[in-house]
């Protein structure tokens, strides 16, 4: 079955580190591009960052210099490794798979909070 | 402008037709893709590229796009069809991926 799996969510106090993993099976991460999407409560989807199948990598203002898109692919799998995280970074994050996006995962959910 | 611009909101009455629209220079240069989220779900892709539907997908959702506005329209629309809607797009000056602000549709 084709999907992808996040994980890795949880709270943490502003200032604070996570990194999220997203699981792949049925195809290559390797061959596709992958962007991670986040959505604050009660809020619309956001773009966060994309890492292309030659590896490049790009970044929303809002997260640049904090987030790092990285790929495992003796794994299958996905990361985003998240520094100096802040209250407006709370939201589920989904990774999903370019380029019309049409595969996501369930999503993880991500609180900054003291 | 590096936006995608969508109604808040939209209503329409069971079994009518309804259009929600998306505008935004980037559309001028990029496909929209349309997405259909309800609550406590992730998003399921409706509508891409010039107005393809993925498999699953019924008929009565189809796409099109005239300058920098791309329009999602839903015939004889269900109850099962009220959602909020998004449409992205690639980006330009920079930006990978644009998302509109997202539509809800009220079905009445």
């Known amino acids: 079955e084709v999907q992808l799996v996040e994980s890795g969510g949880g709270l943490i106090q502003p200032g604070g580190s996570l990194r999220l993993s997203c699981a792949a099976s049925?195809?290559?991460?390797?061959?596709?591009?992958i962007s991670w999407v986040r959505q604050a409560p009660g809020k619309g989807l956001e773009w966060v960052s994309v890492i292309y199948s030659a590896g490049s990598t790009d970044y929303a203002d809002s997260v640049r210099g904090r987030f790092t898109i990285s790929r495992d692919s003796s794994k299958n799998t996905l990361y985003l490794q998240m520094d100096s995280l802040r209250v407006e970074d709370t939201a589920v994050y989904y990774c999903?798979?370019?380029?019309?996006?049409?595969?996501w995962g369930q999503g993880t959910l991500v609180t900054v909070s003291s | 402008s590096s936006e995608l611009t969508q109604d808040p909101a939209v209503s329409v009455a069971l079994g009518q037709t309804v259009t929600i629209t998306c505008q935004g220079d980037?559309?001028?240069?990029?496909?929209a893709h349309w997405y259909q989220q309800k609550p406590g779900q992730a998003p399921v892709l409706v509508i891409y590229?010039?107005?393809n539907r993925p498999s699953g997908i019924p008929d009565r959702f189809s796409g099109s796009s005239s300058g920098s506005t791309a329009s999602l329209t839903i015939t004889a629309t269900q109850a099962e069809d009220e959602a909020d809607y998004y449409c992205n797009s690639r980006g330009t000056s920079g930006h990978h991926l644009l998302f509109g602000g997202g539509t809800k549709l009220t079905v009445l």
């Open positions: 590229g010039q107005n």
């Open positions: 999903a798979r370019g380029p019309d996006y049409g595969l």
């Open positions: 980037s559309l001028r240069s990029f496909y």
């Open positions: 049925g195809f290559d991460v390797s061959n596709k591009y």
